[in-house]
């Protein structure tokens, strides 16, 4: 059982590049979301997804975007990347939708460079 | 969600018990408390959640006061592997649940277990 994977775990952009971070969950989780972490802050809320085909915006979701189209996967876009993205990225998922009830099971993190 | 308060940073003896605090005053009646951990920079990790009435684990005991307004994460015999941050955060869960979206992950306390 792998939990949920994020790939890459590490990436170098340059100012202005696109790309894709993965997320796949194994565990049949309807709700799944994208943390950014700074240093000396919390985890921040990026997008958040309820379920196949419905997501929404969190906290700071201005430079990304996100789509889920099967209940698996949740990848986040970065369509010009600032290094003010420059981060730790997670994802997270937890059973339920809207209400859901447990805890969040999150990724290993994947760490982005921008320069 | 009602908002957490946790100090900044901790210090454990290796074998003795950790005593991690959060305050919630304004938690609301449906909101439960929730801990997580950080482990260097690894995915945060669920460790227990309650209600209103005292919670033991494998992990950890959750003390939560009657007024509902602090509670206190134990650790009965704390070592070198639970150094990491640890967050509290409250929300509300069940059917009517409003989910994580509207959840704030703060800095959390960094507890230093000391050999």
């Known amino acids: 059982n792998a939990g949920v994977t994020q790939t890459p775990k590490f990436q170098v952009l340059k100012t202005g590049q696109s790309m894709t971070l993965q997320c796949a969950q194994d565990m049949n989780h309807e709700y799944m979301s994208w943390y950014r972490q700074d240093p000396g802050m919390g985890l921040r809320l990026i997008h958040y997804s309820v379920g196949a085909g419905i997501t929404d915006q969190g906290e700071v979701p201005n430079g990304y975007n996100v789509s889920r189209s099967t209940t698996e996967d949740f990848p986040l876009r970065l369509l010009s990347a600032a290094p003010s993205q420059t981060s730790v990225y997670f994802c997270?998922?937890?059973?339920?939708?809207?209400?859901?009830?447990?805890?969040?099971?999150f990724g290993e993190g994947s760490r982005l460079t921008v320069l | 969600d009602a908002k957490t308060t946790q100090p900044p940073s901790m210090d454990c003896a290796e074998g003795r018990a950790a005593n991690l605090p959060c305050n919630h005053s304004?938690?609301?009646?449906?909101?439960?408390v929730y801990w997580y951990r950080q482990i260097h920079s690894q995915g945060p990790q669920y460790i227990i959640h309650?209600?209103?009435n005292n919670e033991t684990n494998e992990m950890a005991s959750l003390i939560i006061t009657e007024d509902r307004k602090s509670s206190t994460l134990i650790l009965p015999h704390a070592t070198l592997r639970d150094t990491a941050v640890y967050y509290c955060i409250v929300r509300v869960a069940g059917p009517l649940g409003g989910g994580y979206q509207k959840v704030t992950f703060g800095i959390g306390t960094k507890l230093q277990v000391i050999p």
């Open positions: 304004t938690i609301s009646g449906n909101e439960y």
């Open positions: 997270a998922s937890s059973r339920g939708g809207f209400a859901n009830t447990g805890e969040l099971f």
């Open positions: 309650g209600l209103k």
